[in-house]
């Protein structure tokens, strides 16, 4: 980015400082890629304790109006309409090209109110794109709420004492909550495959709700880095890295993320930006997806190394990759030919020309632990 672009920061900063994070630019954001301990602990601290991340410079958006759900589905490949109420769903924002312009969760707050987490590089182009399709529906930025998402196996027990409505709530629902007169929005939900939850909270009250979560023995902040660590071996995709304008929900490996309700022969086929691409896409295949990969040595592949096959030839690109401290072995996704997308494909990754052999392996990398009730 530019070098006078004025950085912003979260409510948080000072106690990211005070933990000695190291502070970098991240979608217009200074973020704390990591603390004292460094990356790998971090990590590790979340799988079997509890990680503090703030997440408050992702965009926080309500849509509200009547009939919103299906005015919503015109933008995204779900079905809105079939939502309870405090039921959330993650969806794309599908392009006319059959590409994804973002992806994000949605949250049904009641009949025709919704609340989207989008991605913070994306915010501003999504609300546009929301206003523009949706002139008559009522856009609001929650520009003076924070985020904060709680993640791993001890997780559960700081919600149990804070809120236990909270902890009685299953994957991907949500609810409203008083923590110490504090009103919070929280979902069971977030981007580690850990159990955990996303609080919403006023920028009034974040500190003090920081404060009550950090009080805990199992809660520590963790970074960036370990962020995408561990959203890395949970298999799931960055925005602007694994999927983007150029592929598709199916060429990226979410074709989960397209309800049955909107394919073909579904109840509400279609009608969503690039319909007739996508469900093309899925009925006739495609000639590229999106694989897992395991490393072999211990020195990682980054993104944007190429990939070839026995043969030499270029067959695609690394999008994500790094160490993975729960494996304690680097790991890799990227897009190659839809021929060599079975498990168990032997590839090759070049690494300041050298090529390092990487194996296609089934994702997720490190199985998930939602709690589903």
């Not at 992806?103 to 915010?123: H, P, Q, Y």
């Not at 298999?235 to 199916?250: I, K, Q």
Request: hydrophobic share 40%.
């Amino acid at each position: 980015m530019p070098e006078d672009t004025i950085l912003k920061k979260t409510s948080f900063y000072d106690y990211h400082i005070a933990a000695q994070g190291k502070m970098v630019p991240f979608a217009g954001y200074l973020m704390p890629v990591q603390y004292s301990e460094g990356i790998m602990q971090e990590h590790l601290h979340c799988r079997d304790n509890a990680g503090l991340f703030d997440v408050s410079h992702m965009g926080q958006v309500v849509v509200k109006g009547e009939g919103a759900a299906l005015a919503l589905e015109r933008l995204m490949p779900v079905d809105l309409e079939s939502l309870g109420i405090n039921q959330q769903t993650y969806a794309t924002f599908t392009t006319e090209a059959g590409g994804i312009s973002d992806d994000l969760i949605i949250t049904r707050w009641a009949e025709d109110t919704f609340f989207l987490v989008v991605n913070a590089g994306c915010k501003e182009q999504d609300i546009a794109h929301l206003r523009a399709h949706l002139p008559n529906f009522e856009i609001t930025y929650l520009a003076d709420r924070q985020l904060l998402a709680l993640q791993g196996l001890r997780a559960k027990e700081v919600m149990a004492e804070l809120a236990p409505e909270a902890n009685k709530l299953v994957f991907m629902n949500g609810c409203r909550v008083s923590i110490d007169g504090m009103d919070c929005y929280v979902t069971r939900s977030g981007y580690t495959g850990e159990d955990g939850f996303e609080l919403s909270v006023d920028a009034a009250d974040a500190l003090a709700l920081a404060d009550k979560l950090l009080a805990h023995d199992a809660v520590n902040w963790i970074g960036l880095g370990a962020r995408d660590s561990l959203r890395l071996e949970a298999g799931l995709c960055l925005y602007g890295h694994d999927m983007n304008l150029d592929t598709s929900p199916v060429e990226a490996g979410i074709i989960w993320s397209i309800n049955k309700s909107r394919r073909v022969d579904g109840a509400k086929a279609g009608g969503f930006l690039g319909a007739d691409i996508i469900l093309g896409h899925i009925a006739n295949g495609v000639t590229k997806k999106r694989v897992g990969f395991l490393v072999d040595g211990r020195a990682p592949v980054r993104e944007g190394a190429e990939i070839i096959d026995e043969q030499g030839t270029v067959v695609g690109q690394i999008t994500s990759g790094g160490f993975g401290p729960t494996l304690q072995a680097p790991i890799a996704m990227g897009y190659v030919p839809t021929e060599l997308s079975i498990v168990g494909t032997q590839l090759q990754a070049l690494v300041r020309g050298k090529a390092r052999p990487i194996t296609v392996t089934k994702m997720p990398l490190v199985q998930q632990r939602y709690f589903r009730g």
